[in-house]
C-alpha cells in the first residue's frame, strides 16, 4: 500500500491534471497489479463519469481501493513471519517445553548406540577373558542398566514432545481457524462474489491440516533430525576418527542425489494434488447441486468427468508411488551398500586391533542414524515449502479486509429509528463487473411506515437497490439516507439485525430444527416469540403438522421442507427481529395462489406502521401499496399509486398489466 500511500501526497486540484499525469506516470512505472495501477483504472473510470474530480473523490477512491484489497490479492502472497509469531507466540513455553524435550530425545538416540558399543565390549571381554572368576552379572548389569535407563528416559521423553507439540500445533491450527472464519464471515460480498466456496472450505481445513502438520513435524523430525546428525557425526569422530572421514566422503553424494530425487518427487505429489483439487470440485459441485444434476440426468456425464479426472489423478500417483519405490530401494542399496563397506573396512580395524567390536556395532548404529536422519531432512525439506505455501495461503484471507467494515458506526436505540429512506443520485455497479452501472443517479424516497413496491424488467436492479439498502455493497457514487443518516454512518451489523429485515428471492435456512431457524433473525427471542412470529408469517399450522412440529431438522439449506414453507419460515425469521424496515425480495414468489392469499394477508398486517419495501414480479400482489416505483435500465421511470400509473396510457406499468394480465409474462 505504499504506492497508495504516495497518491495520496499528490496534490490534488479540482482539474487534476497534474494529478493526472503523476498518477499515471506512476501506475506506467508500478507493476500491473500494483495497488497504484489499481488507484489509475478506477481514476479512469470514476474520470469518465465526472471528469472534474475533486480531491474529496480522489481520496475516496483511493478509500475504496484499499477496501478492495480483496480484488487485488492473488495467491502470491508470501509467508507472513510476524503473523506466524502471533500464533506461535501464546504457546511458546509449550513449544519450547517441546523443543528441549526433543533435544533430550535427539541426545539420547546419539548416546544409545555407544552405550549399546559398551554393552557388547563388556560381553565380548566376557568372552576373551580366561579368568574364571569373572562376575558376569555383576559386569553385565551396569551397561545394561544404564542401557534401559537410556530407553525409558527416551520413551518417556518421546512421549513428551509427541504431547507437547500436538497441545501446541492443535490450539494454533485452531486459533487460525477461529480467526480465519472471523475474518472471511466479516468479508465484503465482493469477495464472495468472486471466490469459489471450495476454495474457501480448502483455506479453511486442508491448508490449515498442512500448516499444522508441517509445523510439528518440522520441530519434532526436523530438529531431532538434525540434532542426531551432528551428534552421531562427533561421536564417529570420537569411535574412529579414519572411519568417520571416509564415511563421511560419501554424506555429499547422498545429499545431492536426495535433493535431486526429492525435488522431482515433489513435483510429482503437488501434480497429483491438483489434479486430486480438480476431480474433488467436480464431485463438490454434482453433490451440491444434486438437484439439478438428478433434474438433468447428468448422473452419467457427471460421473465420466469424474472418472477421467479421478483416473488421470491415479496414474500420476502411480508414477508418484514408483517413484517413491525408486527412491527408497536405490537409498537402501546405498545405505546397505555403507554399512557393509563399513563393516568390511571396521573388520579390518576389529583385527589390527585398532578398534573393538562394540566399536564398530556403535560406529553403524551411529551411521545408521545418520542416514536415517539425512532421508528424513529431504523430506522434511519438501513438507516445509508445503507448509509454508499452505501458511501463506491462509495468510492470504487472514489479511484481506472489508470496506464495509462490521462493528463500526452508530448504533441509534431501535425505537428512535422511523424507517425514512431515501436515495440520492444513487450510483452502482457490481465490483466484479465494474464497467456495467447497474443503477444511474437513481433517486427514490420510500417514506416512513409506507408500503412501497418496485416493479420492472428482470435485471432492471431491483434486488441490487435491496442489496445496497442492507449495505452488501456500498454505492460508488451518491448516497442512501434512513431518517436522514447516511447509512455508512451506522454500525453495519445493528443496522441488519436491528433495523431492517430482509426476505430474498430464494431464502436459505441452515441444517438445524425450524425452531432455531426463526431464532436466527434475534438469538434471545423465547419460544412464545419465535411461535408468535410463525403464526404472523402462517407458518405455524405447517409447522404443527410435522411430527416433531418446532423441533424439525429441516436438512441442508431446508432441502426438507417445500420451496412454500421455506419463505414462510424465513418470513417469520426475518419478522421475529420486529423490524423499521421490512424488504420483501420476490417473498412470495413460491407460494402457490392459496398460500400466497395468507402470506398476503400477513404481510399486510406486518406491514402495518413500518416502512415496507416490496419487489414483485406479480403485479397483482402489489397493487394496494402506497406508492409504486417502476424501474427499467437501472432508472425509475414512473412512480404513483396503482391507479394514477394505471391512468397512463402509454406508461410502463399500465404495458406491464396488460401483459400480464393477457397472460405473457415478461416480469
Ligand atoms: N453479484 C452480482 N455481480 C455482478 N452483477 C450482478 C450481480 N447481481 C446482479 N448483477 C447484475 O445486475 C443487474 C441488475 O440485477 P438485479 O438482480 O438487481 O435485477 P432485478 O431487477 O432484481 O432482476 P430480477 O427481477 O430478475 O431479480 C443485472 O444485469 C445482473 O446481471
New binding site residues.
Given amino acids: 500500500m505504499l504506492a497508495v500511500r504516495l497518491f495520496r501526497r499528490i496534490p490534488v486540484g479540482t482539474s487534476s491534471i497534474k494529478s493526472k499525469s503523476c498518477l499515471r506516470l506512476l501506475a506506467g512505472i508500478t507493476s500491473g497489479g500494483s495497488a497504484l495501477t489499481i488507484v489509475w483504472k478506477h481514476y479512469r473510470v470514476h474520470a469518465s463519469k465526472n471528469p472534474k474530480l475533486d480531491s474529496n473523490q480522489l481520496s475516496s477512491i483511493v478509500r475504496e481501493v484499499e477496501g478492495k484489497k480483496v480484488a487485488s490479492s492473488s495467491s502470491s502472497e508470501k509467508f507472513d513471519w510476524k503473523l506466524f509469531w502471533h500464533y506461535l507466540r501464546p504457546q511458546i513455553w509449550v513449544i519450547a517445553c517441546a523443543t528441549a524435550t526433543a533435544l533430550v530425545v535427539a541426545y539420547l538416540n546419539v548416546a544409545i548406540p555407544l552405550e549399546l558399543g559398551n554393552l557388547i565390549n563388556v560381553i565380548s571381554s566376557l568372552f576373551t577373558s580366561s579368568s574364571s572368576s569373572v562376575d558376569f552379572k555383576e559386569m553385565l548389569s551396569k551397561p545394561t542398566f544404564r542401557l534401559l535407563q537410556l530407553y525409558i528416559y527416551q520413551s518417556i521423553a518421546t512421549f513428551e514432545y509427541i504431547t507437547l507439540l500436538s497441545i501446541a500445533g492443535e490450539r494454533m491450527a485452531a486459533a487460525i481457524r477461529r480467526d480465519l472464519f472471523q475474518n472471511v464471515l466479516k468479508l465484503d ?1 465482493e469477495f464472495f ?1 468472486r471466490t469459489k466456496t471450495g476454495e474457501i472450505m480448502d483455506r479453511l481445513t486442508s491448508d490449515v491440516q498442512e500448516f499444522k502438520s508441517s509445523f510439528k513435524l518440522l520441530i519434532s523430525q526436523g530438529l531431532r533430525a538434525s540434532t542426531q546428525i551432528v551428534g552421531s557425526a562427533v561421536s564417529l569422530y570420537c569411535i574412529s576418527p579414519t572411519l568417520a572421514t571416509l564415511a563421511g566422503l560419501t554424506i555429499p553424494s547422498i545429499i545431492a542425489g536426495g535433493t535431486v530425487f526429492g525435488s522431482v518427487l515433489r513435483k510429482l505429489s503437488r501434480q497429483a494434488q491438483a489434479q486430486l483439487s480438480v476431480s474433488t470440485g467436480i464431485a463438490y459441485e454434482a453433490i451440491s447441486n444434486i438437484r439439478t444434476t438428478r433434474a438433468f440426468g447428468a448422473e452419467t456425464k457427471e460421473h465420466e468427468m469424474f472418472q477421467n479426472e479421478v483416473n488421470k489423478a491415479c496414474e500420476l500417483n502411480i508414477r508418484l508411488g514408483i517413484g517413491i519405490g525408486v527412491f527408497q530401494g536405490l537409498n537402501n542399496l546405498v545405505m546397505n551398500g555403507i554399512v557393509l563397506s563399513t563393516i568390511a573396512l571396521g573388520g579390518q580395524f576389529v583385527s589390527q586391533q585398532r578398534l573393538s567390536a562394540g566399536d564398530l556395532i556403535a560406529f553403524l548404529v551411529a551411521t545408521q542414524t545418520i542416514q536415517r536422519s539425512l532421508t528424513q531432512i529431504s523430506v522434511l525439506i519438501g513438507q516445509a515449502i508445503r507448509g509454508m505455501s499452505a501458511g501463506a495461503r491462509i495468510h492470504e484471507y487472514q489479511k484481506l479486509t472489508s470496506s464495509i467494515p462490521l462493528e463500526q458506526g452508530i448504533r441509534i436505540p431501535f425505537h428512535s429509528m422511523l424507517g425514512q429512506v431515501q436515495f440520492s443520485n444513487v450510483g452502482f455497479s ?1 465490483p ?2 465494474e464497467q ?1 452501472m ?1 443503477l444511474e443517479n437513481f433517486n427514490f424516497t420510500i417514506p416512513c411506515g409506507k408500503t412501497v413496491a418496485l416493479v ?10 435491496c ?1 445496497l439498502l442492507v449495505r452488501f455493497y456500498d454505492p460508488i457514487n451518491g448516497q442512501i439516507t434512513i431518517d436522514g443518516k447516511d447509512i455508512r454512518k451506522f454500525n453495519a451489523t445493528w443496522l441488519r439485525s436491528n433495523v431492517i429485515g430482509m426476505i430474498n ?1 430464494e431464502p436459505t435456512l441452515f441444517s438445524t430444527t425450524i425452531m432455531e431457524n426463526i431464532r436466527f433473525g434475534k438469538p434471545d427471542a423465547t419460544d412464545a416469540e419465535v411461535m408468535a412470529a410463525a403464526k404472523l408469517a402462517m407458518a405455524h399450522d405447517f409447522i404443527q403438522l410435522f411430527p416433531d412440529g418446532y423441533r424439525t431438522v429441516v436438512g441442508e439449506r431446508g432441502v426438507t421442507v417445500s420451496g412454500g414453507q421455506r419463505q414462510r419460515i424465513a418470513i417469520a425469521r426475518a419478522l421475529l427481529k420486529n423490524p423499521s424496515i421490512l424488504i420483501l ?2 417473498a412470495t414468489s413460491a407460494l402457490d395462489a392459496e398460500s400466497e392469499k395468507q402470506v398476503q394477508s400477513a404481510i399486510n398486517n406486518v406491514a402495518k406502521g413500518r416502512t415496507t419495501l416490496i ?1 414483485a ?1 406479480r403485479l397483482s400482489t402489489i397493487r394496494n401499496a402506497d406508492i409504486i416505483g417502476v ?1 427499467l435500465h ?1 432508472k425509475l421511470v414512473e412512480m404513483g399509486t396503482h391507479t394514477e400509473l394505471m391512468s397512463k396510457k402509454n406508461g410502463v406499468y399500465a404495458e406491464l398489466m396488460r401483459i400480464q394480465q393477457s397472460g405473457i409474462n415478461i ?1
Fill in positions: 460480498m462474489d457490481y466484479t463487473r456495467q447497474v420492472g424488467p428482470s435485471g432492471s436492479g431491483k434486488s441490487t437497490l442489496s428471492q425480495d420476490e419487489i414480479h424501474m437501472g416480469l
